[in-house]
């Protein structure tokens, strides 16, 4: 069984920097795909950040430029570093895995989820 925790969300400024945390477990199935997706009130998920199969980030647009995904392989941890956040960066966000083809523009494909931790962005 797949687990994913993740930690680090809180309240920030606007203009503020936060890193997310999530341990993964459980990944029993070979190639998977781990990424970060959001989901603001009243709105629908999406994909914030993922690896793409070079191992190269790949991120929603509204995350270029301002986020950074890592990973240690070893721990088993995925993060996101952002920075400069804005209001509309206010979100729960979520650690997920999905087969190796999953795509963060198809929310549909990612079958793992986290509980999820909440970012709160105020001016």
């Known amino acids: 069984q797949v687990t994913l925790m993740e930690s680090g969300g809180g309240s920030v400024q606007t203009g503020g920097s936060m890193t997310l945390s999530c341990v993964v477990s459980?990944?029993?199935?070979?190639?998977?795909?781990v990424a970060w997706f959001r989901q603001a009130p009243g709105k629908e998920r999406e994909g914030v950040a993922t690896?793409?199969?070079?191992?190269?980030?790949v991120y929603g647009d509204f995350a270029k430029g301002r986020f950074t995904i890592s990973r240690d392989n070893a721990k088993n941890t995925l993060d996101l570093q952002m920075n400069s956040l804005e209001l509309e960066d206010t979100a729960m966000y979520y650690c997920?895995?999905?087969?190796?083809?999953?795509?963060?523009?198809?929310?549909?494909?990612?079958?793992?989820w986290g509980q999820g931790t909440q970012v709160t962005v105020s001016s």
């Open positions: 690896f793409d199969s070079g191992n190269n980030p």
């Open positions: 459980g990944l029993s199935y070979t190639p998977h795909c």
């Open positions: 997920v895995a999905g087969p190796s083809w999953a795509s963060i523009f198809r929310v549909a494909e990612w079958n793992s």
